[in-house]
């Protein structure tokens, strides 16, 4: 069965970039409101003119997607909701979610609304796409870390759901959905749509570190276009309708054709917008060093010739619908003018032509006039016009322009439909609120990144439960294994990974581990397999009561709040939770997650991705960044970065505020401290002492 052309999916940052999106050839646009979404710095839409915008783009047969990819607080929702309401009685065709809860409260409330999974939810494996099915997503948008290996491992083992991957525009250091860098740099949290990207950045040695060249797939369409992928994502949502008209009908010409571009195109692409050239790296399976890139002084003289020979073409260029026509002009009855499209006609009749006197009227003269859509969405090939003309007869312009613009308003009005009823349920009453576990109290829970930085025995009495990661784990001694009852699983588990860990959970449980904390969508039901009592990590990012509840619906049995919650914004999720919570007391938090080996880029040490030397032996480096700070870095899992926060959230000399049960269990995370700096630091959260550094509050 041969396997169907993807889609096109181009963005919109503004109405101006909406039209070049459909004059580019665009299958479905992209586009977001004035809030919830997850590029609030772009101009985005007005409520009406994003019903105007649907309605345009559903007259030429387009598909509009509309972005509420931020996580959303209790407070939050009922507007996102009332703004859902609005596009589902508008026809839009999808939302693009990220926040579990609020993908939960729109499935509910509006029936037939498609709901897509944005990239930010990390869907890295066949798991997690199976997981956003059962939440109701129609489409699984990959994560961008993906390659094409395990993109076709992910389409093979399950295909009951859409698959869209990104093809071309910027990308992020930091996996899909993982990143508070900003959040944690400045206060701007890139989970809510607010990312200043301080990783396109120097560091205090003038080094960008984290800044990636955009992607570019184009070299690659051939075997894109055969892999069962739905549809083709071009990132822009801040970009100018140059942008998007001089990206989109390249894309458009290689899916149509498909094929590979040429050195050609990918050179009218990188005039277009690069950052030193192009990346596809993360497809290809081969993250390194060669994907950093910084936008230079000549790449914006490119950009900005390009653009003024692309606003020519933009100008000239709209997307029109290919009409049918059949007009006759007959002595004694009325002029007649019948134009079908899209499976409609319309015909319309006019004046009876009279008897010429001079000059008859002409087959010419009828087609230039009929044929003069102008500001219409129509366009017609003369050769496909069908004309009965009689000789001999006079019939006024005027009256054929009348008949061409009476049609032409007729047949839009015809193919303008409406996708689905928008109607939203009358009764939709609130859910009762789940019964809310009994509670003594709250646990202290510990985590290591290291085993060597485990304290002595005597320092964790305190402790419930003590965290590992499963490989650190496996790998540690005895002793280590002896105070350790719980292993954390690794935040991304690409497909060819999958296996590995399904093993390495086997041997825990072997081992007598009894408690795993997942921190993706595709390792929840794997842990939930093998019976273990399976807690939310970081990364599952709780920010609201109603996402609470759906992981705990899904076999949770406890989770750890969004650290870029406040202690107020936390109690309120911790009062009403159906399964415990906790917060992050202590800890220099994770960053990011790197996809490519930081460390190796850091010592120049060129090894087999697998079996790096530079960052094998499992010790943490640093960087300077530009505040001077001496930042951690890590291995992580089989050969990833982890990038953890300098400044620790502290809370010692603040207990109170947090102590009693009011956020939950009290977590604390230890990354690269020595199990001497451990100790001491439990020593002065038992003895409430303030912290002499620079610290971070919850």
């Known amino acids: 069965m041969p396997v169907k052309k993807p889609r096109l999916l181009l ?5 101006e970039c909406f039209e070049a999106a459909l004059a580019a050839g665009a299958d479905e646009i992209y586009a977001g409101g004035k809030s919830f979404n997850a590029r609030l710095g772009a101009e985005n ?15 030429f047969g387009v598909d509009v997607f509309v972005t509420m990819n931020t996580l959303l607080l209790d407070r939050e929702l009922p507007e996102a909701l009332r703004f859902a309401e609005f596009l589902y009685k508008n026809d839009v065709d999808a939302l693009i979610v990220t926040d579990p809860g609020f993908a939960a409260a729109a499935a ?72 508070e860098f900003s959040a944690y740099m400045g206060g701007r949290s890139g989970n809510r749509g607010e990312c200043a990207q301080p990783c396109r950045l120097p560091d205090a040695a003038g080094v960008c570190r984290f800044s990636l060249k955009d992607n570019c797939l184009a070299g690659h369409m051939e075997r894109i276009c055969s892999s069962g992928v739905t549809s083709l994502k071009v990132e822009g949502r801040m970009k100018s309708p140059e942008y998007v008209y001089g990206v989109g009908t390249i894309y458009r010409r290689l899916i149509d054709e498909g094929r590979d571009a040429t050195p050609e195109e990918i050179g009218e692409l990188s005039r277009i917008f690069s950052r ?40 000239r260029d709209r997307r029109r619908i290919p009409v049918s026509v059949r007009a006759a002009i007959r002595a004694g009855t009325v002029s007649e003018l019948s134009l079908s499209a899209r499976g409609e006609t319309v015909t319309v009749y006019g004046e009876i032509p009279a ?121 540690s001694p005895m002793t280590v294994r002896d105070v350790t009852d719980g292993v954390e699983l690794p935040p991304v588990v690409m497909m060819h990974e999958y296996t590995l860990l399904e093993e390495m959970l086997i041997r825990v449980k072997l081992c007598g ?74 800890g220099k938090l994770p960053e990011m997650v790197l996809e490519k080996c930081m460390i190796r880029d850091m010592t120049g040490t060129e090894s087999p991705l697998r079996k790096c030397e530079a960052c094998g032996d499992g010790q943490f480096r640093y960087f300077t960044d530009r505040t001077g700070e001496q930042v951690p870095v890590c291995r992580e899992f089989i050969h990833r970065n982890v990038v953890y926060n300098p400044v620790p959230v502290y809370m010692a000399d603040k ?4 102590s009693g049960g009011a956020v939950g269990d009290l977590h604390f995370f230890f990354t690269d401290e020595t199990a001497e700096q451990a100790a001491q630091i439990l020593d002065s959260y038992n003895n409430r002492t303030a912290h002499p550094g620079r610290i971070k509050r919850m």
Request: aromatic residues 6%.
């Open 655 to 658: 207990m109170d505020a947090v």
């Open 513 to 586: 581990v009894k408690n795993v904390i997942v921190s993706n969508v595709g390792t929840l039901r794997l842990a939930l397999k093998y019976g273990f009592n399976v807690g939310g990590g970081l990364y599952m990012n709780v920010y609201n009561s109603k996402t609470a509840a759906v992981l705990a619906s899904e076999g949770l049995s406890s989770l750890i709040l969004s650290p870029e919650l406040n202690v107020a914004q936390m109690r309120a999720i911790a009062s009403s939770s159906p399964v415990r919570t906790g917060a992050a007391v202590y």
């Open 108 to 179: 509910k409330r509006f029936p037939g609304l498609r709901l897509h999974a944005s990239t930010q939810c990390s869907v890295h494996n066949a798991a997690g796409a199976r997981l956003m099915a059962s939440r109701g997503f129609s489409r699984a948008v990959l994560a961008r870390e993906c390659s094409a290996a395990d993109t076709d491992r992910i389409i093979a083992d399950f295909h009951d759901i859409e698959y869209e991957t990104f093809v071309h525009g910027a990308l992020c250091v930091c996996t899909s959905g993982m990143c």
């Open 355 to 475: 008897t010429a006197k001079t000059s008859p009227l002409t087959k010419e003269d009828v087609v230039k006039n009929v044929c003069r859509f102008g500001n219409t969405p129509f366009s017609v090939d003369p050769a496909s016009f069908s004309l009965t003309l009689e000789e001999g007869l006079s019939l006024p312009v005027s009256s054929i322009n009348s008949l061409r613009r009476t049609a032409s308003e007729r047949l839009e009005a015809a193919i303008t439909v409406t996708r689905h009823p928008g109607r939203v349920p009358d009764d939709s009453p609130e859910e009762a609120a789940p019964p809310h576990p009994d509670r003594d109290g709250s646990f202290r829970i510990v985590h290591f990144v290291r085993g060597s930085g485990i304290p002595p025995r005597s320092c964790l009495g305190q402790f419930s439960h003590v965290y590992l990661p499963i490989d650190e784990y496996l790998n």
């Open 45 to 59: 839409f007005e409520q009406d003119k994003l019903a105007e915008a649907i309605r345009k783009a559903h007259f």
């Open 276 to 315: 030193s050239g192009f990346t596809d790296a993360y497809y290809t399976g081969t993250p390194g060093a060669a994907m950093l890139g910084v936008r230079t002084d000549n790449d914006k003289r490119e950009t900005e010739a390009a653009e003024a020979e692309i606003k020519q073409r933009l100008n």
């Open 11 to 15: 963005p919109a940052g503004s109405p």
